[in-house]
Structure formats: structure tokens, C-alpha cells
């Protein structure tokens, strides 16, 4: 198995060489990235719970039940198929409120068969309930159990975004970064690259796709066109150490916030090591905007 490790269940430099030049055509701009997740809608199902929610109202992947959880100040509730595809990890909405899920093991395979690691889930808005939306090419092995770490929903394309690393061993990145439409339909947006979290951020070109590497603590971005269409190379982003990442840390998850690129750090190294809870080694680092220079400024260490 591909060395020791732990993986956030929401959700060292060994990369593959890959084309990290920048075009003149895509250089970034002073204009602030920003957020494309504003559209995301409250699952319907979920407002039967509004008036006992107090100030709680969050689905949760990353706590001791398996599967998916809707939290309240005084409910921890689980519709019946929510548990029907083991742990689960990354997670996103869309802007109908349908929750998009992807099975993550945690201590072992039985409640996480390889076989089931390259698919992911859909949550219906309407009713609550749980069942297989699509399944990306290539499959888990022993070695590395693990298959999509990173989702995201990017409004004005109306896809999710999947980082994985579905079929890597010890000396072949074989994961990527795959988009897929409403109806399951899949783009194959990088390949041969080991990705964890994934964001898309609005440029004025269009979109820049973040990416969280899963072999270093490393950010890079795909420069997009406004049909989300790659209009460019891979470019170097961020070295997350320069925020006191270590070595071993990854970004697990991002978010914009204002002028603020949040990146939510775990532990990872393909193994199945972990704690009865989802993230107890999670951290936070924060970048700020800085017009002036075109680029993300450590603004907060992790911590």
C-alpha cells in the first residue's frame, strides 16, 4: 500500500512530470477570482427539519455514522439509503439542492468494497433518497483503496467536478479530474495526475479550476473557457508549506470566501489509517487576493 496516511471521510513531492508552463494567454489578472457556488439551493427535503433545526442545519460525511447525516441543534438524522454506499468523504450540492456524494473507506474494506470506490452518489432533493449517479472509468485496488477525494459545483456550467486517483500505484499517477454534466455524462479534464480537492473559480476569461495534488502539498489551476473548456496548460498555484502545511498535509477541500481562498488541510498518503471520526487531524489555512501582485498572499497559517 502506498505508505501511511490519513483521509478526511467529508473528504512530498512525487509528481509525475506535467506540463506547468503558463501562456502568455492565460496569465492571471488583478481582478479577484470568484466564487461560482452561490446557486447552490437547501435540499428540499431538508426544510421538514427547518423549524427544529435552532442555528443547525448541515449534512455531514465526516462524523462517526456511516454514510450521510442531516444535523440539527437536537437531531441527527439519516434517511434509510444514506448508509447504502459505506463511509462516504467529498461532497457537493447543486443549485436544485441534490447532494452528490462519493464513498470513502476509512479503517477497512468491508464497509467500502473496492468495488463500489469509483462511483458516485446522488441524493434527490425532493425525497431524500440515496442511489448511484455515475461511475468513472478505472478501478481501486489494494494498493490504493481510494478513488474520487474531491467534488465541486460550479453554477454557471452546471457540472460537478471530481478530483480522484482512481487506479495509482506507488509509480503511476493514473487519477485526473473529470467533469460531469445532470445527467452523468463525463469529460475527462486531466488525466495521469493524482488529485484530491477541487474548486472552480470565475476569472474574467472564463474559469480557473483548482486543484489539490494528492502527492505533494501543492495547489494548481486549469485555466477554462466559458463553456468550461480547457484553454490552457496546468500552472503551478500555490506550495501550501508557505502557509506551514507539512510535508505530508493536503488540501482536502476549498472555498472563496470574499477575497479569501480558505483550503482546508488532512494528512494523506493512500493508506487506511484513521480514527473512529472523520477529521480529528484537520486544519485550515487562508490566502488573500493581493491585486496588486495577481496572486494569492498567505493571510492566515494553518492551524
Not at 441534490?98 to 425525497?127: C, E, F, H, K, M
Not at 479530474?177 to 495526475?193: E, H
Not at 480557473?208 to 490552457?232: F, H, K, M
Request: aromatic share 6%; with cysteine.
Amino acid at each position: 500500500m502506498l505508505a501511511m496516511g490519513m483521509l478526511l471521510a467529508l473528504g512530498t513531492l512525487l509528481l509525475i512530470v506535467m506540463l506547468v508552463t503558463r501562456s502568455p494567454a492565460n496569465q492571471p489578472t488583478s481582478t479577484v477570482p470568484l466564487a461560482t457556488d452561490g446557486c447552490r439551493g437547501l435540499p428540499a427535503f431538508a426544510t421538514t427539519f427547518a423549524a427544529e433545526a435552532g442555528s443547525t442545519l448541515a449534512l455531514a460525511t465526516d462524523r462517526t455514522e456511516q454514510g450521510l447525516v442531516l444535523l440539527t441543534d437536537s437531531t441527527v438524522y439519516q434517511h434509510p439509503t444514506w448508509d447504502a454506499a459505506g463511509y462516504l468523504g467529498a461532497m457537493a450540492y447543486d443549485h436544485m439542492g441534490n447532494v452528490y456524494v462519493a464513498p470513502t473507506p476509512r479503517i477497512s474494506l468491508q464497509d467500502n468494497p473496492l468495488a463500489g470506490v469509483t462511483t458516485l452518489w446522488r441524493v434527490d432533493s425532493a425525497t431524500g433518497i440515496m442511489s448511484p449517479f455515475a461511475t468513472l472509468a478505472g478501478e481501486a485496488g489494494e494498493r490504493n483503496p481510494f478513488g474520487i477525494l474531491g467534488l465541486t459545483y460550479a453554477c454557471g456550467l452546471d457540472r460537478l467536478f471530481a478530483g480522484t486517483v482512481i487506479g495509482s500505484t506507488p509509480g503511476e499517477e493514473r487519477g485526473g479530474i473529470v467533469a460531469i454534466d445532470r445527467g452523468g455524462q463525463q469529460t475527462s479534464l486531466v488525466t495521469d495526475l493524482d488529485v484530491m480537492g477541487v474548486l472552480v473559480v470565475a476569472t474574467p476569461d472564463g474559469y480557473d479550476l483548482y486543484a489539490g495534488l494528492a502527492r505533494s502539498p501543492d495547489l494548481v489551476a486549469l485555466p477554462l473557457d466559458a463553456s468550461g473548456t480547457p484553454s490552457g496548460p496546468l500552472r503551478p498555484l500555490l506550495d501550501l508549506t508557505t502557509a506551514g502545511a507539512t510535508a505530508g498535509e493536503r488540501a482536502r477541500k476549498m472555498r472563496l470566501v470574499g477575497d479569501e481562498l480558505i483550503v482546508d488541510l488532512v494528512p494523506f498518503n493512500f493508506s487506511l489509517q484513521s480514527s473512529a471520526t472523520g477529521n480529528p487531524q484537520a486544519r485550515q489555512a487562508t490566502w488573500g487576493w493581493d491585486a496588486d501582485l495577481a496572486t494569492w498572499v498567505v493571510r492566515a497559517s494553518a492551524r
